[in-house]
T-cell receptor
């Protein structure tokens, strides 16, 4: 079956603009994660969904970042008033149900560049 | 809090050399441990995992053993190939909670 997909693959925007990043998880996976990966670093946790609800949003850096998953499948990460420091690769991953032994499957990422 | 400390790179090896990439962790209880690999231009892929102490994960000639006594999960391969050139990430999934903690990654380059 299809893996995790993310769109767009690249996004260039200007400082102060609003962006939306989309994630389509593996069909049937109830757990969905967003991460941010800066150059030379490992992925940094942002938010975790179990079904439609955000079960853990402790990694969101500030209130400019928000994510939704209204139907328990596709998720959108929204960034308001973008700043140059938001430039990074944003990764999405899904897991069958969220158990600690389960593998996370990652999408290819969206590379965001804020000018 | 929970965390992963990974050997810093970059690492450069000749083909057929032995590889070790060190990974140690800090966690409450007994987490699951993972190695992910990121090939140039590609997304993160699971390489191997171990879910309890003394388990050995293996895949594509790579191995790692979950050592509770030393809180380690070192990645090894007996004979590396040019195609193993990639960035390797050690990761931890706590027994409680849903987060995933990654190390900073180790870049491996294998030269012919």
């Amino acid at each position: 079956g299809a893996g995790v997909s993310q769109t767009p693959s690249n996004k260039v925007t200007e400082k102060g603009k609003y962006v939306e990043l989309r994630c389509d998880p593996i069909s049937g996976h109830t757990a969905l994660y967003w991460y941010r990966q800066s150059l030379g670093q490992g992925p940094e946790f942002l938010i975790y969904f179990q079904g439609t609800g955000a079960a853990d949003d402790s990694g969101l850096p500030n209130d400019r970042f928000f994510a939704v998953r209204p139907e328990g499948s596709v998720s959108t990460l929204k960034i308001q008033r973008t700043e140059r420091g938001d430039s990074a690769v944003y990764l999405c991953a899904s897991r069958r149900s969220g158990g600690p032994d389960e593998t996370q499957y990652f999408g290819p990422g969206t590379r965001l560049l804020v000018l | 809090g929970d965390s992963v400390t990974q050997m810093e790179g970059p690492v450069t090896l000749s083909e057929e050399a032995f590889l070790t990439i060190n990974c140690t962790y800090t966690a409450t209880g007994y987490p699951s441990l993972f190695w992910y690999v990121q090939y140039p231009g590609e997304g993160l892929q699971l390489l191997l995992k171990a879910t309890k102490a003394d388990d050995k994960g293996s895949n594509k000639g790579f191995e790692a053993t979950y050592r509770k006594e030393t809180t380690s999960f070192h990645l090894e391969k007996g004979s590396v190939q040019v195609s193993d050139s990639a960035v390797y990430f050690c990761a931890l999934s706590p027994r409680a909670g849903n987060q995933f903690y990654f190390g900073t990654g180790t870049s491996l380059t294998v030269i012919p």
